[in-house]
């Protein structure tokens, strides 16, 4: 006798459907607002947290797969709406539950299993947010959960490089979501001011934002999270020494002196409060001709051998001069020169750091 199909079975079905955004079932989430079955035809209505959501094509495929597996069904029709007040409102209840199984602000808990890793430079201009940018995609291509701070609080850029500078976070009853692009979780404080509208704050302000972006975004299970620091030493610098006195440092410099001297300043002042310098990283180092395979050093040469040296750490990559993908305005190929730097890069801090990911070797 054939089974009968009911609502429970297809209920039962769809949650191995997660949110992407918060990486919970959408059953469990109560994203799920009606079943209807006619015959072998299943019809199944979700309800997302806000209009136009740009994960909402693939939920749409993930519902229709994980009922279309259900023996007996031939067709599923699948329509994808957007929560009231009150089920947005339930929703974050949920998610706050979830938080707080745990600890608060589980990402600033000192027991906390995500390493972090802050980018600084000593200057502006020398491609540390370019560098932020693309190492994160190389350690999410390792199977690694990554996240990534725009802390640049002044002088965000990090939604202009990965070209997402048009997207909004969602934000449900305060709970914030972070922007996913390139495998990765982004947010910056671009997503939260007018176009070119300044932001002119004072240091107090500075720091309760970066706090905020700990605490307030649902982060959810991350192995890594980058911070794009401010050029400098400055106040963004000493709060994200005080809020995380286990991060590691990586120092971005140029090839030439003076961007190399203002490095140092950085690397001593990371010291100064006990962060371990992973090494420095020389951007724009030279130019290489893709068909004679000669080499140009446009902005001279040493810049990041002398910050090693000084710093007492390694030069752990010099990183070229190149093309960067259509539609982002720094972010390299995977196969070009940069983006296999990159991946030597990402490799190395991977192991170092002990990062297990699913292709790390």
Same mark, same amino acid.
């Given at each position: 006798?054939?089974?009968?199909?009911?609502?429970?079975?297809?209920?039962?079905?769809?949650?191995?459907?997660?949110?992407?955004?918060?990486?919970?079932?959408?059953?469990?989430?109560?994203?799920?607002? $009606?079943?209807?079955?006619?015959?072998?035809?299943?019809?199944?209505?979700?309800?997302?947290?806000?209009?136009?959501?740009?994960?909402?094509?693939?939920?749409?495929?993930?519902?229709?797969?994980?009922?279309?597996?259900? =023996?007996?069904?031939?067709?599923?029709?699948?329509?994808?709406?957007?929560?009231?007040?009150?089920?947005?409102?339930?929703?974050?209840?949920? %998610?706050?539950?979830?938080?707080?199984?745990?600890? =608060?602000?589980?990402?600033?808990?000192?027991?906390?299993?995500?390493?972090?890793?802050?980018?600084?430079?000593?200057?502006?201009?020398?491609?540390?947010?370019?560098?932020?940018?693309?190492?994160?995609?190389?350690?999410?291509?390792?199977?690694?959960?990554?996240?990534?701070?725009?802390?640049?609080?002044?002088?965000?850029?990090?939604?202009?490089?990965?070209?997402?500078?048009?997207?909004?976070?969602?934000?449900?009853?305060?709970?914030?979501?972070?922007?996913?692009?390139?495998?990765?979780?982004?947010?910056?404080?671009?997503?939260?001011?007018?176009?070119?509208?300044?932001?002119?704050?004072?240091?107090?302000? %500075?720091?309760?934002?970066?706090?905020?972006?700990?605490?307030?975004?649902?982060?959810?299970?991350?192995?890594?999270?980058? %911070?794009?620091?401010?050029?400098?030493?400055?106040?963004?610098?000493?709060?994200?020494?005080?809020? %995380?006195?286990?991060?590691?440092?990586?120092?971005?410099?140029?090839?030439?002196?003076?961007?190399?001297?203002?490095?140092?300043?950085?690397?001593?002042?990371?010291?100064?409060?006990?962060?371990?310098?992973?090494?420095?990283?020389?951007?724009?180092?030279?130019?290489?001709?893709?068909?004679?395979?000669?080499?140009?050093?446009?902005?001279?040469?040493?810049?990041?051998?002398?910050?090693?040296?000084?710093?007492?750490?390694?030069?752990?990559?010099?990183?070229?001069?190149?093309?960067?993908?259509?539609?982002?305005?720094?972010?390299?190929? $995977?196969?070009?020169?940069?983006?296999?730097?990159?991946?030597?890069?990402?490799?190395?801090?991977?192991?170092?750091?002990?990062?297990?990911?699913?292709?790390?070797?």
């Amino acid at each position: 006798m054939a089974q009968t199909l009911t609502k429970e079975a297809v209920l039962e079905a769809l949650r191995v459907v997660e949110d992407p955004d918060v990486h919970k079932s959408i059953v469990e989430m109560e994203m799920v607002k $009606t079943i209807e079955i006619q015959g072998n035809q299943v019809f199944v209505e979700v309800n997302l947290t806000i209009p136009g959501c740009p994960l909402r094509v693939r939920i749409e495929k993930e519902v229709q797969e994980a009922v279309m597996a259900l =023996p007996g069904v031939e067709k599923v029709d699948v329509v994808i709406g957007t929560m009231n007040d009150e089920e947005r409102q339930r929703f974050a209840e949920k %998610l706050r539950g979830k938080a707080e199984e745990q600890k =608060p602000s589980p990402l600033l808990d000192p027991n906390t299993k995500t390493v972090f890793i802050a980018v600084a430079s000593g200057k502006g201009g020398v491609g540390k947010s370019t560098v932020t940018a693309n190492l994160a995609i190389a350690l999410a291509n390792l199977g690694l959960k990554v996240g990534v701070i725009d802390a640049d609080i002044y002088g965000f850029s990090l939604p202009n490089i990965y070209g997402v500078a048009d997207v909004k976070p969602a934000v449900v009853e305060n709970v914030i979501m972070p922007v996913q692009t390139h495998g990765i979780k982004l947010v910056s404080m671009h997503f939260f001011v007018p176009e070119n509208r300044p932001v002119i704050w004072r240091g107090p302000m %500075l720091g309760k934002m970066l706090r905020n972006f700990f605490q307030e975004v649902h982060w959810s299970d991350l192995d890594v999270m980058l %911070l794009d620091l401010p050029p400098g030493t400055g106040d963004v610098a000493l709060d994200v020494h005080q809020m %995380l006195p286990k991060s590691k440092e990586l120092i971005v410099t140029t090839p030439q002196e003076n961007a190399a001297d203002v490095a140092v300043r950085a690397g001593l002042m990371a010291m100064h409060t006990e962060h371990e310098i992973l090494g420095v990283i020389e951007n724009m180092a030279y130019f290489q001709c893709g068909k004679c395979g000669d080499k140009t050093y446009l902005f001279g040469r040493g810049g990041g051998e002398r910050v090693a040296a000084e710093l007492q750490t390694g030069l752990i990559a010099q990183i070229p001069v190149g093309t960067t993908v259509e539609g982002t305005q720094g972010i390299f190929a $995977t196969d070009s020169q940069q983006g296999e730097a990159f991946s030597i890069i990402a490799h190395e801090l991977a192991q170092t750091l002990g990062l297990q990911g699913v292709s790390v070797s």
